[in-house]
């Protein structure tokens, strides 16, 4: 299987819905939930709960339009969420995490998902976004570390991995200091004893 098709968006303003060669990137739903869970564990292992950035995400609801998945069939073999959070009066999205299954990498899933990503926050007004991730990878979609000179995060983390990007220029321009989650938090069931 080969991504190098033309995608076909089947909605306007930025798609809802892609198709590249069988895979379907689209909105994240409820029923994916536990297959992203299967697909970050296979990916990451359990030390992603241990990592600075998700003491940003723990018991968040990953930013509205910006919670995707690619599925291959019934198979979700890729993921990708963001994040809201803020330092300094300068909101950002945290980017995180980009997760293709093995059997799908090297087909250009992930750099489809980060291309609709991208384009749907800058699409709903989001000016900045920022993560911990190799700079090889992701500075082929404009992220460097420059922008992130006066910020920090909670946590260690690899000040050489602390990547950004201005949507708008000038986004993080003007600001510094901690980054820290502002997005809404999950509701939680709440079972009755009996």
Known sequence: MTLLAAARVVAPVFPLVVEKSGVILRDERAGDVSARERLLDASFGSSRFEKTCERLREGRVAARGLALVAKDGEALVGTLRFWHVEAGGAPALLLGP???????????????????????????????????????????????????????????YDPARFLGLELAPGALAHATGMFVATGAMERRRISKAA
Do not use: N
């Open 98 to 156: 980009l997760a293709v299954a093995e059997s799908h990498r090297d087909l250009g899933l992930g750099t489809a998902l980060m291309r609709m990503g991208l384009d749907r926050a800058q699409a709903l007004g989001h000016k900045a976004v920022i993560l911990v991730g190799d700079e090889p990878y992701y500075s082929r979609f404009g992220f460097a570390r420059a922008p992130m000179r006066g910020f920090d995060l909670p946590g260690w």
